[in-house]
């Protein structure tokens, strides 16, 4: 059994920052990654970026150069640096772990609840 909680959301002006934390338990050594996914209204849950446990980060077109991912294993948590919001980033952003090989990454954990992310001025 795994369970993730994510925190951090709130409301931003465009062109601001936000940092999501997500803290992990239960079950963890069956996974070598950590991800973060966001899904807006009326779309798909989508992949943004994620790390392994050698500290290799992956990030999508939409917020390379904007985000950025981390991680402590010594506490089981994840983070996620966003700066230079834009309103197309507004959405709730959950948080997720699993296994990369191959170049990809597989989710395999449940989902949390998630955090709303609203970028609006």
């Known amino acids: 059994q795994v369970r993730v909680v994510e925190s951090g959301g709130g409301l931003v002006q465009p062109g601001g920052s936000l940092t999501l934390s997500c803290e992990a338990s239960?079950?963890?050594?069956?996974?070598?990654?950590m991800a973060w996914y966001r899904q807006a209204p009326g779309k798909e849950r989508e992949l943004v970026a994620h790390?392994?446990?050698?500290?290799?980060?992956i990030y999508s077109d939409s917020v390379k150069g904007r985000f950025t991912i981390s991680r402590s294993n010594s506490n089981n948590r994840a983070y996620l640096e966003m700066n230079s919001l834009k309103p197309e980033d507004t959405a709730v952003y959950y948080c997720?772990?699993?296994?990369?090989?191959?170049?990809?990454?597989?989710?395999?954990?449940?989902w949390g609840q998630g955090t709303q992310v609203t970028v609006s001025s």
């Open positions: 790390i392994t446990d050698g500290e290799l980060t």
């Open positions: 239960g079950m963890l050594h069956m996974f070598n990654a």
């Open positions: 997720n772990l699993g296994r990369y090989y191959s170049g990809r990454y597989s989710a395999m954990s449940g």
